[in-house]
């Protein structure tokens, strides 16, 4: 993949999971689907506190804890119980573990970083959105663990791990937008419930506009 910014200077340098060295990761090939609404509407899923339960089978321990990191950046942060009955939630409560602390960071609206840390288990995704004309959004989800320092354990077992990480992710993050079908943003079915959503949509819609005069490589 190749990420540029539409403008004449990046607004801020291509992000990476907090605290973290890319060099110190390998990564997955991505895993491409396409979500049947507009790219602030997926990005808008990270902050709907009613679908977490519904759609994902993940019930909060408590609100959202949403913050920014980055004048261009948005986090949600929540613990939750994996309660979904899908095969990858079945393994998930077996091998990693039955709770999960979520972090999903959104850079600029259409780049977003999420960790997930089990008991067990941490896993690592960039989802890269991409508009498109008919109002849905092409994304791809790039999957990260840390590279062994162990030669033979980074030749022999971590592509095996990674295309384990592909799958698990791929299915979960498919499942989804299949799950939601194709939502649309109506301002006037938001209820209060809706608040981190709602204050979601305000950031995304004060960031900066590009110009498509201009594309410089951002990285």
Request: with cysteine.
């Amino acid at each position: 993949m190749i990420f540029f910014f539409n403008g004449s200077e990046p607004l801020f340098p291509l992000p990476f999971f907090q605290g973290e060295q890319p060099e110190d990761f390998t990564r997955g090939m991505p895993v491409e689907f396409v979500a049947g609404c507009t790219w602030f509407m997926v990005a808008a899923h990270g902050y709907d506190t009613q679908h977490f339960e519904s759609v994902h089978g993940r019930r909060l321990h408590a609100p959202l804890v949403v913050d920014c990191p980055s004048p261009f950046a948005r986090r949600s942060q929540y613990r939750a119980d994996v309660l979904g009955e899908a095969y990858y939630d079945r393994v998930l409560r077996r091998f990693a573990g039955r709770t999960v602390e979520i972090s999903i960071t959104t850079w600029g609206g259409t780049l977003v970083l999420i960790t997930g840390k089990f008991a067990r288990a941490i896993s690592r995704f960039m989802i890269a959105l991409q508009p498109l004309e008919d109002a849905t959004t092409r994304c791809q989800v790039i999957v990260f663990t840390k590279r062994s320092g162990n030669p033979l354990a980074r030749y022999l077992f971590q592509p095996a791990g990674l295309r384990v990480r592909r799958l698990f992710t791929g299915a979960y993050l498919i499942a989804e937008a299949k799950g939601l079908g194709a939502p649309r943003y109506n301002p006037s079915g938001l209820i209060e419930a809706d608040r981190e959503m709602i204050e979601y949509f305000h950031w995304a819609a004060a960031l900066p506009a590009g110009s498509f005069e201009s594309q410089d490589t951002a990285s």
